[in-house]
């Protein structure tokens, strides 16, 4: 998958080359000037770890999921001090998919000083139609623990039900199937 340049009401998401996937495992100063942002000290949020980074950094450079893209999500508020780096999401390929290649895998994560604002909200709010007119995706699919309200939260607002265990273990999954009639 190509990403580009999506614009919401608040946010820019960015698509994430190497240049930025390298720049934000080796160097936080890099990644300011290439996504025009202040990078918070607190960066990076919860689930983008160094083995997360690692794999993302590999599949750009292998080009081996063509489903594959991630996006920096870049808050653009004069009330936060202009540009601020606050998440990141990105899909891939669906585990669960099978053979069909009509599922696409979405996750997010935002820094927890700028969660409970509705920015994955509005953020997977407008990933949604660009996947969905990927041709043959179908279906976008999401995994969280149980325990996690907020990003059910998230999915639930966009449109996601729940739809059994999902494929990493203690996780649920939750699907939100293309309208029919969708282009």
């Given at each position: 998958?190509?990403p580009?340049?999506?614009h919401?009401?608040?946010?820019?998401l960015?698509?994430?080359t190497?240049?930025?996937?390298?720049?934000?495992?080796?160097d936080?100063?890099?990644?300011?000037?290439?996504?025009?942002?202040?990078?918070p000290g607190?960066?990076?949020p919860?689930l983008?770890?160094d083995?997360?980074?690692?794999a993302f950094?590999q599949?750009?450079?292998?080009?081996?999921?063509?489903?594959?893209?991630a996006?920096?999500?870049v808050?653009?508020?004069?009330?936060?001090?202009?540009?601020?780096l606050i998440?990141?999401?990105?899909?891939?390929?669906?585990p669960?998919?099978?053979d069909?290649?009509?599922t696409?895998?979405?996750?997010?994560?935002?820094l927890?000083?700028?969660q409970?604002?509705?920015?994955?909200?509005?953020?997977?709010?407008?990933l949604?139609?660009a996947?969905?007119?990927?041709?043959?995706?179908?279906?976008?699919?999401?995994?969280t623990?149980?325990?996690?309200?907020?990003?059910?939260?998230?999915?639930e607002k966009n449109?996601?039900?729940r739809?059994?265990?999902?494929?990493?273990?203690?996780?649920?999954?939750y699907?939100?199937?293309?309208?029919?009639?969708?282009?």
């Amino acid at each position: 998958m190509n990403p580009f340049h999506i614009h919401t009401e608040r946010l820019d998401l960015i698509p994430a080359t190497l240049e930025i996937l390298e720049a934000d495992r080796d160097d936080h100063q890099n990644l300011a000037r290439l996504l025009s942002a202040t990078v918070p000290g607190s960066w990076p949020p919860p689930l983008l770890d160094d083995e997360t980074l690692g794999a993302f950094i590999q599949m750009v450079s292998e080009k081996g999921d063509p489903l594959f893209a991630a996006w920096y999500w870049v808050l653009d508020d004069p009330a936060v001090g202009g540009r601020v780096l606050i998440g990141t999401g990105g899909t891939a390929s669906s585990p669960t998919a099978g053979d069909a290649g009509d599922t696409v895998l979405v996750g997010y994560s935002v820094l927890d000083e700028f969660q409970g604002r509705g920015y994955a909200t509005e953020a997977i709010r407008h990933l949604i139609p660009a996947l969905f007119s990927l041709p043959n995706i179908r279906q976008i699919e999401a995994a969280t623990y149980p325990d996690l309200s907020a990003p059910i939260r998230v999915l639930e607002k966009n449109g996601f039900v729940r739809a059994g265990e999902g494929f990493e273990e203690g996780t649920v999954r939750y699907v939100l199937k293309k309208p029919d009639g969708s282009a």
